[in-house]
């Protein structure tokens, strides 16, 4: 794409996103945002009976307006702005999100609920529903890599701030904006743009998520209302990228755009936990899966790891939620029982199963600083003396090895079940591969509202 | 007040406001903010008509809920959160607010819209509605004070960022938030706090201050409802005052915190225009008001002023609303011909009016560096030789020359002229006064929707 000289990234963006067409996206990037979208449905519906949904949904729930929108995985309705807040606290609150690594920024979960939200109320093609998808992610991105990393470092939550713009130029794609209006919905979003990494640790750290699809999406809809904003709100000397970063790469704003896509770099988690333990997991699972034994027979597990699984995840007996996604013996016991490793296999139930914590306490962890964050190595011993040995390289969903479509389906599965209908979770898994055929993609909406 | 060691100023900061008493406010203090209020009210009855009104109304009213709460100055009602947006909006487009000068905050028009918002939804008496909005302008002019000036030469609009803080105050006094969920209240909106100084000159400027009613609002809401934060969201390496701010001088937040009030250091503006020309007008409505005369036979209009006021103001024929309020020229022939200086005084219809016109072609303004900034003289000469003088030392609105109540109240009758009839407006400008005395807050916002 030529950019006309002198002219701002602000309005080189717009631009962009006001003239990209589906049919210009290569098919394995539009593949990539399918499963993006299908990753994000899965969190939001896992979530969304966290306490943090239910406290927001309790305080903002008396003031919907029209309730034209579905709260994912619940039976309730709520106007358009809610739900896109609701269901980006949602998409967040497992800590389960897809991940740009290049920037941190978990956009999945923030663009899909301000473009879902909007093809509730206004009917739109699963086409271009997917096309605003991707373009959002790209626009949240690029303008997290101008900043990046001396934004994060500084305290940003860049998933809060980035996400807003690419939740406005996502809606504003949907909405039809022009280049003018489109250049102002940026700009409304840059002075929207917030979130506090101190937040981490409480519901706020799930609220930016929530707020950067709903202010995006109310940017788009101001802007289209004519409201104005500066039209250089990126790079001007009090603009977002000088404000809130130091000495901003713009260019990664501009560079290759339309060329290369930002979301083929996304990456996703298989397990809901620290992501240091995952290669064990990988490799109980991987036993568990190729052979049958009882796991009264085991006598020791033994684990070789890279030395920072035991500093981050070196609980030995923990009782919580929390504490077992800390806890590589409990992790590993249970992945081994179970041969999965969902949110399920970290409820307290299991977490004090006493077949559970039998096995658990025959793991002994041995840190090997030879051993790669990527890689782990796992042996069961037996009773009789026989052993099983399994060696993880890449543990999945690491760059080298990334999620198959299958493992993605699978967790969606394990965040879904909780609240689907088997039968409707495999009509949306199948509604998200072929998205592109349909004429209406508030179908994923009406397929994931829970029944009442 | 004392401090308990160790404690972070977030929580001591909430502790105050959740333990203040209206009986512990100064009157003098508490008179201060009647002023602001009626003040805040004017601002926005001014503005309610305003085209980002209208953009915003146009976008945000089909997606309201329960349609509890005044949009100020017109028939419309909305549900809470969109009224403190509008309303928001409103106190600030005609750049005539009031200022805390030691940090450039606007904080009537911040915290007004808020605390009238909820007292539409829930009864609160006069004393404890003044009381919250008191409190509300508090906080966030301590919480500016804290990375005041850095934030704003950053290039943070600080009514925006730090408007959200008091706003979450007010409100949650309102909702009677006890310590540890006030404490929550605060970092919501710290987390949430954003407005970009970029955006001046366009609509999101007055977006921040209409942001900062609804998120502080909605700050408060979510707390009542349990929805947790960060405890030292102000304080902490990667919360408000390090992320926003550098080296913050925390200790502003609390050095005298429920005995020295700042609401005391609130100074308006009488007229609504470059401050550099109010002295001028000043002079120009003194010799109006003392003297008759025709302007047929003006011969000369000679001004001397400081020099900025030629830099800033020079324009000799000025054509639209902007450029008259950027006019010495016009706002001495207005502030002569009219006897005051109004919003309708810088209509087009005045500006390109002939007989202000012919006078606005016979002032001859000198710059002379022996004036100050607040200073000025006047002399009108006529045909007959015959010339009128008044030397201007202290404009009014300035530090040395406050205005007064009455001035406030003129202030206040030229920007609700044009939306209340006459009644309505004595009656608000007592119930203003007499706010104290009421047990429904609520009457304000009754008086203040215009008529359909």
Redesign the interface.
Known sequence: MNEVPNEGVTRTLARYVVGAQPADIPDAVTHEARRALLHWLGCSLGGCRH??VE??L???G?????REATVLGRGESV???LAALLNGISADVLGFSDTHLKTVIHAGGVIGPAVLALAERTRVSGKDFLHAFLLGIEVACRVGLAVYPWHYA????IT?TAGTFGAAAAAGKLLGLNEQRMTWAL??A??????????F????KS??GG?AAQNGL?AA??A???????E??IE?????A??LGESPNLTAITAGLGVTFEVSQNTYKPFPCGVVIHPVIDGCIALKAAHAFAAADIRRVALRVHPLVLELCGRKTPATTFEAKLSVYHSAAASILKGRMTEQEYAVAIVSNHEVVAVRDKVVATADAAIREEEADVMIEFADGKTLHHHVDYATGSTQRPMSDADIETKFRGLATPVLTAAKIEQLIDACWSITQTDDAAVLARLAAAQI
Chains 1, 2 share one sequence.
Do not use: K
């Open positions: 306490e943090a406290a927001a309790a305080t903002f008396e003031f919907s307006g029209p106007d358009i702005l500084r305290g940003w939550h809060g700009g409304i840059a002075t929207q743009a917030a979130g506090l990494r101190e937040m640790g409480s519901m706020c609220l930016h707020r109310s809809l101001l289209h209302n004519g409201f104005t904003s500066s250089s709100a001007a000397p009090r603009g977002f000088h404000v």
